[in-house]
Antibody, heavy 128, light 110 residues
Framework: EVQLVESGGGLVQPGGSLRLSCAASGFTFSTYWMSWVRQAPGKGLEWVASIMQDGSEKYFVDSVKGRFTISRDNAKNSLYLQMNTLRAEDTAVYFC?????????????????????WGQGTMVTVSS | QSVLTQPPSVSAAPGQRVTISCSGSSFNIGNNYVSWYQQFPGTAPKLLIYENNKRPSGIPDRFSGSKSGTSATLGITGLQTGDEADYYC???????????FGGGTKLTVL
């Protein structure tokens, strides 16, 4: 079964740090772009960051640039989100998600336009 | 303010058809595939439509997607009470180098 399981959420003070983890199983993790998407309480979805298969290319939403780092360990089938200098507005459920490539005639491209597998989410609360 | 614009809510009676719009620009919808997600309270989003109009395995054909220019539409026919959920559109924005989502639409089946 294809599965993503997040962990590492919790309560942290403003200015603090937290590291989220996402354990992948049931698919060849090293062949997929992976992403983090968050959802503040009562709000909509907000993409946070994405990372290429070998970690050489990364993208971040402007609001977390310089504060968050995305990384992966393909040997451990794991995705990470290191969150530093946390703010109250970072409070959200953080989802790990698998990017869906577009494949035609045996060739695939990555448009970063769809996520086909999601974890259950982990809650991060930034409050004093 | 979301980059993609969706109506906050839509409603229709059981058995009827409803459409949810998603409006963007040439930087996002106009030049990229659009995806749609269904989310029930307290659960993770679920992919309903990808590449504008394709359904993942297991998604009933009551759900359909289309795109024209800088707008996309999700259609749901034969509405059921179990379709009551939040629906989001998403795509890649080339000017922002970012994935962007609509603000979400709450579907009520009266």
């Amino acid at each position: 079964e294809v599965q993503l399981v997040e962990s590492g959420g919790g309560l942290v003070q403003p200015g603090g740090s937290l590291r989220l983890s996402c354990a992948a199983s049931g698919f060849t993790f090293s062949t997929y772009w992976m992403s983090w998407v968050r959802q503040a309480p009562g709000k909509g979805l907000e993409w946070v960051a994405s990372i290429m298969q070998d970690g050489s290319e990364k993208y971040f939403v402007d609001s977390v640039k310089g504060r968050f780092t995305i990384s992966r360990d393909n040997a451990k089938n794991s995705l990470y989100l290191q969150m530093n200098t946390l703010r109250a507005e970072d409070t959200a459920v953080y989802f790990c998600a698998r990017d869906l490539p577009s494949c035609y005639g045996g060739s695939c491209s990555w448009g970063h336009d769809a996520f086909d597998v999601w974890g259950q989410g982990t809650m991060v609360t930034v409050s004093s | 303010q979301s980059v993609l614009t969706q109506p906050p809510s839509v409603s229709a009676a059981p058995g009827q058809r409803v459409t949810i719009s998603c409006s963007g620009s040439s930087f996002n919808i106009g030049n990229n595939y659009v995806s749609w997600y269904q989310q029930f309270p307290g659960t993770a989003p679920k992919l309903l439509i990808y590449e504008n109009n394709k359904r993942p395995s297991g998604i009933p054909d009551r759900f359909s997607g289309s795109k024209s220019g800088t707008s996309a539409t999700l259609g749901i026919t034969g509405l059921q009470t179990g379709d009551e959920a939040d629906y989001y559109c998403g795509t890649w924005d080339v000017s922002l180098s970012a994935v962007v989502f609509g603000g979400g639409t709450k579907l009520t089946v009266l």
